[in-house]
């Protein structure tokens, strides 16, 4: 079994992974790690809760604090930009925690939270930034941040920090940043259109993929329950009756539906929380800390929480309504399982989402079991599994909660309206834009690790 020493980790790094309790890397740590420490650009693509953050995090603080470099105003030497603000939150901590030997300065930026805390930390120069884009473009462009002497710059969730929706807010901030410079994505899921964008941004990069991507972790299992829609309420109340059913996120698409879901179980006698893009940093923190502290069983999110909550003792993930995105049913059910636990994912299926039950098993590369055995089961919507589906349509590219209605079996499927599928993410980088950057494109590809 490897050590994280014999990765090339300085002691102090050592004691703080020792600390918390672990004494093996897992495959993306052992495979990434020692690429970062030698400065090399690198993508790296691995199930959810495998283990990124720390891949990234644990060689990044050895690399500055080997640099002994000291911090001018407003500078920044490492730049990590996430999609959500629960996420940064999460990655900023996980730099605290595995630093705590380390002189070293750090601070989180995102919205939904008042400026000038933020602007007093920037100004004294810091080692580590966490971000959403929007909330440090606008601090960037009214002169807060300068990021003109970043050394290490991280992408995490890529491929969701380079789609349409952050794409030109993060290659402003990208512009900005040395040409020299080391580069590193980080994502459970990779789509080839992705990487090419990705190509664009790093220079020799080295790729480590330990896991097909979007696969899903083999200790979730999955089922899917075919039920009406006006049964889907009564089903998940049935469910959450069962004591095998500890801490459980249930998912819906959107806000307003995550809203009127968690009332719904309250008054079924089941304490619930919402979480979504359209609350206050301070009611989002609110209710994950009581999530986390068994105040709440159950929390409904939308999608900005696949990708920001990182809660030990999940047991089920539950799918209310089924992603209109493939990818983020990966990311949804890997909430449960972290850490090397066992978890259960259960998705709820009516007539209008078959397609998205086909997209899915299509990008897991697996069927999902079928749960016959709920009193809520339609044998008619079952029956129609392997029917002709129509392509699910590409809607809600940012995430956050929204997408719109999912279409009709047997229908030809329509683009979704202009602006459908907000939510989360923008929310979480709203703020100025300024005069766009030219993007200095980097040259390169990727040499497979392997």
Avoid: W
């Amino acid at each position: 079994m490897t050590a994280f020493s014999e990765l090339g980790l300085a002691e102090a790094v050592c004691r703080a992974v020792a600390a918390e309790g672990y004494t093996a890397p897992t495959p993306i740590q052992e495979q990434a790690i020692p690429f970062i420490l030698a400065g090399r650009d690198l993508l790296g693509v691995a199930q959810t809760g495998t283990g990124k953050t720390a891949a990234f995090a644990l060689p990044v603080l050895q690399r500055l604090a080997e640099g002994n470099v000291r911090l001018a105003p407003k500078t920044v030497r490492c730049l990590v930009l996430t999609p959500t603000r629960e996420l940064a939150v999460q990655v900023s901590d996980c730099f605290a925690t595995y630093g705590r030997n380390l002189q070293l300065r750090r601070t989180s930026i995102y919205g939904g939270v008042g400026m000038n805390p933020q602007i007093r930390a920037l100004g004294m120069g810091n080692d580590i930034i966490v971000a959403t884009p929007g909330r440090l473009l606008d601090l960037v462009n009214r002169g807060y941040v300068k990021l003109d002497c970043v050394e290490t710059l991280i992408l995490d969730e890529a491929d969701r920090m380079l789609d349409m929706g952050f794409l030109p807010d993060v290659r402003k901030l990208v512009g900005q940043t040395p040409y020299r410079r080391q580069t590193l994505f980080f994502s459970a899921t990779m789509a080839p259109p992705v990487a090419e964008l990705a190509g664009g941004m790093l220079r020799d990069a080295q790729r480590v993929e330990v896991t097909p991507a979007s696969t899903t972790v083999e200790r979730i299992a999955q089922t899917v329950m075919f039920v009406t829609k006006d049964d889907k309420r009564p089903l998940l109340v049935e469910l959450l009756k069962d004591a095998s059913v500890g801490r459980t996120i249930v998912f819906a698409r959107t806000k307003h539906g995550a809203n009127r879901l968690a009332e719904q179980l309250v008054k079924c006698g089941h304490p619930a929380e919402a979480i979504h893009g359209n609350k206050s940093q301070g009611a989002r923190q609110r209710a994950l800390s009581d999530f986390q502290a068994g105040r709440v069983r159950t929390l409904v999110a939308t999608d900005i929480a696949a990708r920001g909550i990182d809660v030990d003792g999940v047991t089920h993930v539950i799918n209310y309504e089924l992603p209109n995105e493939p990818e983020s049913y990966v990311h949804r059910i890997g909430r449960t399982a972290r850490a090397g636990a066992e978890g259960v994912a259960v998705s709820f299926c009516e007539l209008e989402e078959l397609a998205y039950l086909k997209a899915i098993e299509k990008t897991i590369r697996q069927e999902v079991p079928v749960d016959e055995t709920h009193s809520y089961h339609s044998a008619e919507i079952a029956a129609r599994r392997f029917g002709p589906i129509p392509k699910p349509p590409k809607m809600g590219g940012r995430g956050g909660g929204g997408g719109g209605r999912p279409p009709q079996a047997g229908t030809k499927p329509h683009a979704a309206p202009k602006g459908a599928g907000g939510g989360g993410h923008k929310a979480d980088h709203a703020g100025g834009a300024g005069k766009p950057q030219q993007q200095r494109r980097r040259s390169g590809g990727f040499k497979s690790a392997a």
